[in-house]
C-alpha cells in the first residue's frame, strides 16, 4: 500500500502563489491515477485537480487558470502549483491516488489511498 505525503501549504495573501507536493512510496507510481482534493470547515470534499496516467489533466472550474497539476515520475511527486489564490481557497488540501480505473477524476470515491493533508489559508 503506498503512503502519500503532502506538504507545501501554509498562509498567504490573496493574489499570492504557492505550491503543494505530494511525494508516494511504492513501486507503481507510473500507474496511479491521482488528484487533489480541498476541504473547507464545514463543507465537504472538492475536487480540485485530477492527473492521469497518461498525465492527462483535469480541474475543477473554480481553479481553472489558476491552478496547474503536474507529476514528476522520477521523484514521484505530485504538484500542484497555485497561482492567484483567494481567500475562497482556504482549506484542507489532500492528495489522492488509485491504481483502478477512474471514471470521474474528481469523485473522491474513486480514490483508495490517501495522505494527511496540509493546510492552505488565504487572506484578504
Known amino acids: 500500500q503506498p503512503q502519500l505525503v503532502e506538504s507545501g501549504g501554509g498562509s498567504v495573501q490573496a493574489g499570492e502563489s504557492l505550491r503543494l507536493s505530494c511525494t508516494v512510496s511504492?513501486?507503481?507510481?507510473?500507474?496511479?491515477?491521482m488528484a487533489w482534493f480541498r476541504q473547507a470547515p464545514g463543507k465537504g470534499r472538492e475536487g480540485v485537480a485530477a492527473?492521469?496516467?497518461?498525465?492527462?489533466?483535469t480541474y475543477a472550474d473554480s481553479v481553472k487558470g489558476r491552478f496547474t497539476v503536474s507529476k514528476d515520475y522520477a521523484t514521484k511527486t505530485l504538484y500542484l502549483q497555485m497561482n492567484n489564490l483567494k481567500p475562497e481557497d482556504t482549506a484542507m488540501y489532500y492528495c489522492?491516488?488509485?491504481?483502478?480505473?477512474?471514471?470521474?477524476?474528481?469523485?473522491?470515491?474513486?480514490?483508495?489511498?490517501w495522505g494527511q493533508g496540509t493546510q492552505v489559508t488565504v487572506s484578504s
Open positions: 489522492a491516488a488509485t491504481t483502478t480505473v477512474v471514471v470521474w477524476p474528481l469523485l473522491d470515491s474513486d480514490y483508495h489511498y
Open positions: 511504492g513501486y507503481f507510481f507510473n500507474n496511479y491515477y
Open positions: 492527473a492521469g496516467v497518461d498525465g492527462a489533466t
